[in-house]
C-alpha cells in the first residue's frame, strides 16, 4: 500500500517545503511558480518545475543568482527515500546563473558562502538549452558571460567574453555528450586574449566530474601572475611565459608533471604533486632550470616599482624581495630546485644555484643552499619563520670558500683566494627590511694574494713609493680582513684589516645596512721609511653600490707636501707599520661566535 502511495503522491504538495530547503541551502530568497507530476503512476515520475527564482544573498548585493524558465526531470523515488538524489532525465530550459566570489573569498554557491558546496551539480545526462552563465570574482579579478549549451548526444558547449586582471579574453569549451557510457568524457578549453592563451585538453572518468581528471595544458601570456588568476596557486608577476604540463586531478589531490618551458628568457622544467588534507595545502616537487635570470621572475610594472624605490632611496645592493608568509599559512611541503647558468644583474655574480626549500606551519628552511661563483662558492642555511609572529624572522648562515676576489668583484689588479661568513638574524618583510634591523655578524678575508707595488705602497700611505716604483711591479698581499659586528642594522668595523710587504691600512667606522652607507676612517703605514708620507686619515664613504675614498682637502695642498718633505728630513714620520699575525686574525674573524 505504502508504495502505491508513493507512486501516486501529488509532488505538488511539497512546493512549500522546497522552496523553504533552498532558503536554508543558499541564504537568499527562493520561489517556484508551479511544480506538476507528468504522470499519474510511477515509482519513476517525470516531474516538471516552472519559474524557479533563487535570489543574491544578502551579501552579495541585488539580484537574482538562479532563475529558470522550466525544468524537467524523471527521479527515482526510492533513492530520495534514502536521501540521495537521482535522475534519469534532466532537460533545462532558460537557465540564468550569476555566480558571485567576493575579495574576501566567499562565495553564492556554496552554503553560507565558503566552505563545502552546496550540493554537487552534474551534468551527466542533462539537457541544456537558451542558458546563461555569469561569473564575477573579485577575489582574482576576472569575470566571464557565456552561454551554455549541452545535450546527452551532441555535448556541452560554453562560448562567451570575459576579462582577467582587466585584459580581454575569449572563452570558448567543448566536451562530449552528457549521457555517461562508462569511458572517459573528453573535454577541450580555450581561453584566448592579448595577454593570457590557455589551452587545456582531456578526459574526466564522468561528463563535468573534475574530481576525476587528467589534461595536457599549455599557457602563454603576459606573466605568471596573468595565470595565477586561473589556476589560483600564488604565482607572482615575472616576464613572459610560454609554458606547458601535464596534469591530473584525484581529488582533492592534483599531480602537474612535464612542466617546461620559459618565463622571460630563462628555461625551467620540473613537476609537483598538491595534497590537500586536514585543511592544509602539501606540495612536494623539483624545479629545474638553465639558462635563467632572476631578472625574469620581475614584472615589468615590478621593475618600475623597483626603479621608483630607487629613485627614492638611492641604488641599493640588498634586494626588496618580500619574504612575508602571510598566503602561505596554510600550505606545507618541499620543492627541490636546481638552477645552472645563471645570468642577469645579480650581485655578486652567481652562476648556479641548488638547494632544497621546506615550508613547514609558516617556517621556510632552505638547507642546503648553494651559490656557485665562476670559482668558489656561497653555501649554508636560510630561514624565514612567521610563526606566530606577523613580522617574520630571517635567519643567514652562509659561508664563502674556494672564491676569488675576481670571482666576486669582476676584474681587480688584486688577486687573491677569499672566504668569507654571513650570520645574520632580524625581522622584515622583505630581504632589505630584516638584514637593515639584524643583528650578528659580516665577515671576509683574503690572504697570500699579489697586488700591484704602486697599490700596496699608497695603503700604506706611502706617496713616494706609490708615485716613483714601476707600474709593473708586484707586491705582496699578506692578508685583508674586513670584519663588521652587526646590531640594529648596523655594522662596526671590528677589524678592517689590509696588510701588504709594503705596508698597512686600518679602519675604523659603521656601514649602516639599513641605507647601506658607509662611513669608515682609514689610516695607513709604510713598513719601511718613506721619502713622501701622507699625514693625517682618508674617509671610505658613499654606499656600498657606491663607494668612493675622501682625502681631506688639506692633504693635498702644496702646504702638505712641504709637511710631509719636512717630516721625512727630520725623521718624525711617525711608526712604521706593526707585523700582523695574519692566520689568527683570519681565524678570529671567520670564527662562530
Request: charged share 20%; aromatic share 4%.
Amino acid at each position: 500500500m505504502a508504495m502505491l502511495i508513493l507512486a501516486a503522491f501529488p509532488v505538488a504538495w511539497f512546493k512549500p517545503q522546497i522552496e523553504r530547503w533552498i532558503q536554508r541551502r543558499y541564504e537568499a530568497p527562493a520561489t517556484i511558480v508551479r511544480i506538476n507530476r507528468l504522470d499519474r503512476f510511477s515509482l519513476h515520475p517525470v516531474i516538471e518545475i516552472q519559474g524557479l527564482a533563487i535570489g543574491q544573498p544578502a551579501w552579495a548585493g541585488t539580484g537574482q543568482f538562479v532563475t529558470l524558465r522550466s525544468a524537467r526531470m524523471r527521479l527515482a523515488l526510492l533513492p530520495l527515500l534514502q536521501g540521495r538524489f537521482h535522475t534519469q532525465m534532466l532537460i533545462l530550459d532558460g537557465l540564468s546563473l550569476d555566480m558571485i566570489r567576493r575579495a574576501d573569498g566567499r562565495k553564492n554557491w556554496t552554503r553560507g558562502g565558503t566552505g563545502a558546496s552546496a550540493g554537487a551539480f552534474s551534468l551527466e545526462g542533462v539537457t541544456v538549452a537558451n542558458s546563461r552563465v555569469r561569473y564575477r570574482d573579485a577575489k582574482q579579478a576576472r569575470s566571464f558571460d557565456a552561454i551554455l549549451t549541452a545535450d546527452p548526444t551532441h555535448g556541452v558547449r560554453l562560448l562567451g567574453t570575459g576579462k582577467i586582471r582587466g585584459s580581454a579574453v575569449h572563452l570558448a569549451a567543448d566536451g562530449g555528450g552528457t549521457k555517461s557510457d562508462g569511458r572517459p568524457w573528453p573535454f577541450h578549453i580555450r581561453i584566448e586574449g592579448k595577454d593570457l592563451d590557455f589551452n587545456a585538453s582531456g578526459t574526466m572518468a564522468r561528463p563535468l566530474d573534475m574530481a576525476q581528471m587528467t589534461a595536457d595544458m599549455t599557457a602563454r601570456g603576459s606573466d605568471l601572475k596573468m595565470l595565477d588568476a586561473l589556476i589560483e596557486a600564488g604565482l607572482f608577476g615575472t616576464q613572459p611565459i610560454d609554458l606547458k604540463a601535464h596534469v591530473r586531478h584525484d581529488a582533492p589531490n592534483w599531480m602537474v608533471t612535464g612542466l617546461a618551458g620559459t618565463i622571460g628568457g630563462s628555461h625551467i622544467a620540473g613537476a609537483v604533486t598538491v595534497r590537500r588534507q586536514d585543511g592544509r595545502t602539501r606540495l612536494d616537487g623539483e624545479v629545474n632550470g638553465g639558462p635563467f635570470s632572476f631578472d625574469d621572475l620581475a614584472s615589468d610594472a615590478g621593475i618600475a616599482q623597483a626603479r621608483a624605490i630607487e629613485r627614492q632611496i638611492g641604488k641599493r645592493i640588498l634586494p626588496g624581495t618580500r619574504i612575508a608568509l602571510d598566503k602561505l599559512g596554510h600550505t606545507d611541503g618541499t620543492i627541490r630546485f636546481r638552477l645552472r647558468g645563471l645570468t642577469g644583474s645579480a650581485n655578486p655574480p652567481f652562476t648556479s644555484a641548488t638547494g632544497t626549500l621546506t615550508l613547514d606551519h609558516s617556517l621556510i628552511t632552505l638547507k642546503p643552499i648553494r651559490f656557485g661563483l665562476s670559482r668558489g662558492t656561497v653555501e649554508g642555511t636560510v630561514t624565514v619563520d612567521q610563526r606566530s609572529r606577523t613580522i617574520p624572522l630571517m635567519t643567514v648562515d652562509l659561508t664563502l670558500g674556494g672564491a676569488t676576489l675576481d670571482a666576486l668583484a669582476g676584474r681587480t689588479p688584486v688577486h687573491s683566494g677569499l672566504r668569507g661568513r654571513i650570520r645574520l638574524v632580524g625581522s622584515g618583510r622583505t630581504i632589505r627590511d630584516a638584514v637593515g634591523r639584524s643583528n650578528g655578524t659580516i665577515a671576509i678575508a683574503a690572504q697570500e694574494g699579489m697586488l700591484p707595488a704602486r697599490l700596496a705602497s699608497l695603503l700604506g700611505f706611502d706617496v713616494g713609493r706609490g708615485i716613483t716604483t714601476d707600474a709593473d711591479k708586484q707586491s705582496r698581499l699578506n692578508c685583508a680582513v674586513f670584519r663588521l659586528g652587526v646590531r640594529s642594522g648596523v655594522g662596526t668595523a671590528d677589524p678592517l684589516v689590509v696588510d701588504t710587504s709594503r705596508g698597512q691600512t686600518r679602519g675604523e667606522g659603521t656601514v649602516s645596512l639599513a641605507t647601506e652607507k658607509i662611513a669608515i676612517r682609514l689610516s695607513g703605514a709604510p713598513k719601511q721609511d718613506s721619502l713622501l708620507r701622507f699625514p693625517g686619515n682618508a674617509t671610505l664613504g658613499g654606499t656600498l653600490s657606491d663607494p668612493h675614498l675622501d682625502v681631506p682637502q688639506k692633504g693635498k695642498s702644496a702646504g702638505a707636501l712641504l709637511k710631509m718633505l719636512g717630516r721625512a728630513i727630520t725623521g718624525r714620520q711617525g711608526p712604521l707599520a706593526p707585523e700582523v699575525n695574519c692566520p689568527a686574525l683570519i681565524a678570529r674573524a671567520l670564527a662562530s661566535r
